[in-house]
């Protein structure tokens, strides 16, 4: 062409006017915007060396051409009430589905709603009280006249992973409670539950804080509240649905663009006629208002070194056969909470057959980050998952589903810092969410899951409904929030069986952590055929470790001693940490002891100022003052008492000293020595000594006195949350009616304390190896005590290594080898070297000629709008690795973050 067109438009008559071959190329301006909808590519034909190209054009250093699917709002604007502002939008033609977001100035505004999200999270949401129908629920939480809510979107929370929404059909108040019903039933399976939260969307009524907006369709008028004339600001909304549409098309590009704004997804691959070798190279997404791509009917579809934040239900939901998903970055989808789909909120969803995911940087997600359902023989490998689940449950950071799910393998990811955001009114309150590591669920078949490294999950960092899964050589570390570390679980319908943990690391570093393992099943009686364990390491160097099987739960969780018992678990040990002294504690290490506050702690003479409930405590002398074994203490040194039941019948004790004293905010610490005849669980902590019995640290700590007699130390280590007088106490139920628990040296102290870091997760998500910088007064060691490191430790590509206090030193300096600093070389590429072949999914040079191309170039008569925030020109094409640091709750979690 001579000169640049200067519009979607224009390109649209060139694609409608003549057909389009292999080699043809349309190019954007870098630095314009572009606005509207390309028409559909239906049956549009490159060919192999000479794809459809729709890319851009000009000075590299400028940002990416964006597609945008805003229109300018230029009608003028009247202030109609309390800074609440409508323009008419009559003369642009906006369809049925109306607008699905505005910006003003280039920044995201929000639907109007109600109850407003600036309120406490107790009032955020209205409750369903009433649920009649699938089509009508009720409330008294909604006190407005009859009428006002018709034609408004109600958002429903039906389950912890559910939110679904519907249209307000009709509304209706009869002076006490509100009735609603929709032009829509709740048909996908889920009846709205009494006692769960709505919220309802898009009427004028709620249009009552700055930056929230409007949109009537039948007036097509737009409302906004704004302290600012929005005359005198740039103000855009979103009317096309979609940047490109394609259907039964082959060996298209696209490459270097930036898709903004589109109501639905900037690319859609219409379900119909398979599409092949489709590639998406270099791009960015933004602010779609279901995904980046929704593609219904693909196969080799390469996307690569692009980036996907800012839509609600998913970066990318694929259906099709060997795609490739490889260096991309997703980020903050779904946060606009009750906007997501059932099942919405995810960073990646693939669906389909030999699908390869691998080398993504995905974190901030609403639900999950890898999602890979109904699939056969998927790769998951070499990702970097963090921070998922954070407004929805039930769900992972990587994620299957299905009974078409067979074969595959989830290999070399790292994940942490799987938990939910601080609760915010959409669940009921005392719905505990369930985040999960990698999740494995119904129906899935033959899954390996190897090499993973898992951290700081608040559920499971393993789970699983389903079966014949492989679980080897993964790298798990609780933090004790909630659940197991491994997860398996037997529903009806789901047969769980033959399922392999070998050679995996449990390590644990919190007192209450739930656990080692736990297996439920609700059809069964036993759990025995659910999963077979060999050759793991168990470790939590700050409290005791379970076990739970058989359905016993929680409450009923046993010790490392019965679970060798049962003789499920060949050739596994427990470390070397778990018999060490002094215990790891989260609030660092014991500077001093202040005072001792309890009475007769150390049982010189006798049981006195102790109390048993349901049980006899009897004073034994120490065995080396008695020659008498059947009234001496099992301790050489040491008098104890001895603890056993009263009535035989009734197993449940308690044992404690009351009238102590805490005092808020200061440091206590429970110790002390203690044995069994046979394996017991026992709570033990601080309750007040009158009512209403409240816990001033939060809670009781659970330890598994081992039944072989051989004397061991416990502590416990909290700081008061009130000022209160206080009872220790010592809970639990025995084994059997004649199991002795014998306990001496029972001191409870005020402390002071000084942080100390006790272990690393040392993390590199990059494809180079990393060296990442220590404390310099600390040495560390491997958990078998293999290797011994200080001032730094060099990781391979893609690993991990758990590292665990060893001891204080002074080094007057640390120096890394010259070859690297203490992080990784910032040329270090985050995706490794990959081809792709006509089999899989092309590169460019895979392609032959077949055909004579044109090229036409686009540039933009004006901008209206500034560019939303882009990838950097030099980053779009190469990664770079920085070194983050984070502090947990007992440690330190090192990791690389690769950005695109």
Known sequence: MSAPCQSIDKLNVILSGGPVGGGDAFLFRRGDTFHGSVYALNNVQGTQGNPITFGAYGDNLMPQPIISATTLISTPWTNSNNNVWSSSLINKNISADGISNVFVNGAKMTWARSPNLSQAPEDRYFTITASTSMNTFQSRDVLDPSGTWNGAVVRVRLYLWSVTTRTVQSHTFDGTTA???????????????????????????????????????????????????????????????????????????????????????????????????????????????????????????????????????????????????????????????????????????????????????????????????????????????TRCTLTMSDGGAIYSYGTETLGGVVKDNIVTDIFSLPWDGFTPEDEDPLNNGIYIDNWCNNVTISGNTVVNIHNSNLFTNSYNHIWSNNLLVGDGSSGSVIGVNEMSGNNVVNNVYINNTIYIRSPLGRGVLSENSNVRSTTSHMASYSKNIYCNPYGSIFFSWDNAGYAGARGWESWQSVNRDQGSSSCALQQQQPRFSSLGKINNVISVLNQNPTFNTSTSSWGCDRCTVTWLSSSSSSSSSSSSSPFPSFPAAMITLRDPSILNMQFQQGGLQVTQGQTYRIR?????????????????????????????????????????????????????????????????????????????????????????????????????????????????????????IIIPPWSSKLLVYKAMHNISSCTAPASSSSSSSSSSSFITSTTFSASSSPTSTSFSASSSPTSTSFSSSTSLSPSPPVPSSSNRNAYSAAVKLIMATVGLVLFIIACV
């Open 179 to 385: 009735t609603f019903t929709f032009t829509q039933p709740f048909n996908d399976g889920y009846q709205p539950i009494t006692g769960w939260k709505f919220f309802l969307e898009n009427k004028l009524v709620a249009v009552d804080e700055p930056g929230e907006w409007s949109f009537d369709a039948s007036s097509s008028t737009l409302s906004l509240s704004s302290l600012v004339d929005p005359n005198t600001l740039t103000v855009e909304a979103s009317i096309y649905p979609y940047a490109f549409q394609f259907v039964n098309s082959n060996y298209i590009t696209f490459s270097d663009l930036h898709f903004h704004g589109q109501m639905h997804s900037a690319i859609i691959g219409n379900t119909g006629p398979t599409s092949r070798y489709i590639q998406i190279l270099n791009c960015t997404f933004t602010d779609q208002e279901y995904a980046g791509l929704q593609i219904g009917s693909v196969s080799n579809l390469l996307i690569t070194n692009s980036s996907f934040s800012g839509m609600q239900n998913s970066g990318i939901n694929l259906y099709g056969s060997s795609v490739s998903v490889i260096g991309n970055r997703f980020y903050s989808i779904g946060l606009v909470q009750g906007h997501q789909n059932q099942g919405g909120g995810v960073g990646i969803q693939l669906v389909g057959a030999n699908n390869v995911i691998s080398y993504n940087h995905i974190y901030d997600i609403s639900y999950n980050g890898i999602v890979f359902t109904n699939s056969r023989d998927a790769s998951i490998y070499n990702n970097y998952v």
């Open 672 to 792: 002390f020595t203690a044995t069994a005849t046979h394996e017991t669980a026992w709570f033990t902590g601080l309750q007040m000594d009158h009512a209403p019995w409240s816990n001033p640290a939060g809670g009781l700590l659970t330890f598994i006195i081992p039944g072989d007699r051989v004397p061991r130390n416990f502590e416990e280590i909290f700081v008061a949350t009130f000022t209160d007088t206080v009872m220790i106490n010592f809970s639990g139920k025995f084994p059997s009616s004649n199991t002795s628990i014998y306990i001496t040296n029972m001191f409870f102290e005020q402390v002071t304390m000084s942080p100390q870091t006790w272990d690393y997760v040392a993390i590199n998500p990059s494809s180079s190896p990393t060296i990442i910088s220590l404390p310099s007064n600390i040495s560390f060691s491997t958990l078998d005590g293999s290797g011994t490191y200080a001032c730094f």
